[in-house]
């Protein structure tokens, strides 16, 4: 079945120790999004990649990083976590230029940050 | 700013139905969108309404727009305890950039057997 998979589902952290979230698709859909999601709140858009063209979000902080290094893969990087970088973390996708704005998503990594 | 609202949570029994309300601000929205989150699960895309409608029916699921007052209702007739979820409101930002959704917080609806 086509679908968006996370790795991992669970992640501890050390404050401030970098870590990284994966994301890969086998829809082949051409727009990748990352979103944090905190406890009883709305998913927060961070940044989202149309193909290679990486659109950030203005309030997103610069802790945050993304790579896209081919249609299938997309990687969160936090480069130094705080405990307020705690929460889930959901990737989607869609595929560009339906009017219709499907999102695929992903179950999310929770990020424990200690 | 835009904002999308709904109210945290709902409950139910089972057979019963639900309504689960949303405010949104972009009245110039196309689509205005319902997903839903099982426990353990991303969201996924439960049903769509266009703009230009007052009323979509489908199966179980009644979604009501109602444009002057910018209020987007879901109703799920005879609900059952697989219906228990988080139902996520959404609607594409200001400014027509269609890649992109605002989400509302969520309804947390719980459903008593």
């Known amino acids: 079945d086509a679908m968006v998979i996370q790795n991992p589902r669970y992640q501890v952290t050390q404050f401030g120790k970098p870590v990284t979230l994966s994301c890969s698709q086998t829809l082949n859909h051409n727009v990748m999004y990352w979103y944090q999601q905190k406890s009883s709140q709305a998913p927060k858009l961070l940044f989202h990649?149309?193909?290679?063209?990486?659109?950030n979000e203005a309030d997103t902080p610069d802790n945050f990083q993304s790579r896209r290094p081919n249609t299938s893969f997309c990687f969160l990087d936090i480069r130094s976590p705080g405990l307020g970088d705690a929460a889930m973390y959901l990737c989607?996708?869609?595929?560009?230029?339906?009017?219709?704005?499907?999102?695929?998503f992903g179950p999310g990594t929770r990020l424990t940050v200690l | 700013g835009e904002d999308v609202e709904q109210s945290l949570f709902l409950s139910v029994r089972e057979g019963d139905s639900s309504v689960i309300n949303c405010t949104y601000t972009?009245?110039?929205?196309?689509?205005l969108y319902w997903y839903k989150q099982e426990p353990g699960a991303g969201l996924q895309l439960l049903t769509y309404?266009?703009?230009?409608?007052d009323m979509k029916q489908d199966q179980r699921l009644t979604v009501l727009l109602n444009k002057k007052d910018k209020h987007l209702s879901l109703r799920i007739a005879d609900t059952q305890t697989g219906d228990s979820a988080i139902y996520f409101c959404?609607?594409?930002?200001?400014?027509?950039?269609?890649?992109?959704?605002?989400f509302g917080s969520g309804t947390l609806l719980a459903v008593q057997p």
């Open positions: 959404a609607e594409p930002p200001q400014g027509g950039a269609t890649n992109k959704l605002i």
């Open positions: 972009d009245s110039s929205s196309t689509y």
């Open positions: 990649y149309y193909d290679k063209d990486f659109n």
């Open positions: 309404i266009f703009s230009n409608m």
């Open positions: 989607a996708t869609s595929r560009q230029g339906q009017v219709l704005n499907e999102q695929f």
